[in-house]
């Protein structure tokens, strides 16, 4: 497997074989991070933890599944602290701060800025999301509960709902999802945040049956998976854009129940606001704080691989 000391910044990087690989070191994560077992596999390295745009999940994710693994964490959130207020490139910025550190973990709110960075850096670079581009830990995270939740992806149809546009745990997934045999991909969201159509082409050119929509009617009774998403207010140049959008679909535990098959799946990236109610969590298939959960196994096994600490492991 090619993860050793390997720069995360596209899921484009991944073969099939790899995930696989990956998802299994996954599982056996699981009792290190319910204490059943200690591992400190990390003591003594260092994580840099880069986060130059607003985040609480994926930050402390990230953060969890290192000190998990016996390592430590180096962090700074926000342009304001970062020596970038200062005028300071983000070349120069990663020059100087692999150096406090053995592996980076960056969210930046650039696109490419990931991609950027690990032309500077003689360390790993693991993208945390980089603007409205890509999230490939995240793609990773869900694929990998979407497995757990239906025992497969082959043959699936997922319904990806809301922002399409700007979200970049879509983009990614999208992506992860080719890699796998008759995948059926239902796009539903208002016409001016769906989805780019250079990457519906994409996924039409890999194999994928893809239809667009901006109705949820279209997708719900045959869907196997509800891929719910925040309308991205922070992405919009103006409130009138944002408010033109914002509000459009509102899922439910009666609309669920009413339209959609009695095992179907909801994940969400979190955080919700209006899109998802309250009154779908206990429903047996919303999968999205297990889904948050996954996201420390999945981080914890890539730290593995990429800081080639899997003979540990035999």
Known sequence: MQFAH????????????EIEHLFQFAHRMRPIEQHVVRCQVLDGYILGSFFFEASTRTRMSFETAFMRLGGLVNTTTGFTFSSMAKGESLADTIRVAQGYCDIIVMRHPDVGS???ASRYSTKPIINGGDGPGEHPTQALLDLFTIKEEKQRVDGLTIAMIG?????????????LLTLYSDIKIQLIAPEEVQMPPELVEYLRSKGCEV???????????SADVLYVTRIQKERFDDVESYSRVNGTYSINRALIERGCKSDVTIMHPLPRLGELATDVDNLPGAAYFRQAENGTLVRMALFILVLRKENKFV
Request: hydrophobic share 30%.
């Open 6 to 17: 390997r720069h995360i910044v596209s899921v484009d990087q991944f073969t099939k074989g």
């Open 114 to 116: 990931a991609e950027l």
């Open 163 to 175: 922002d399409l546009k700007h979200g970049r745990t879509i983009h990614s997934l999208a992506k």
């Open 211 to 221: 239809t667009q929509s901006d109705r949820l009617e279209d997708c719900l009774p």
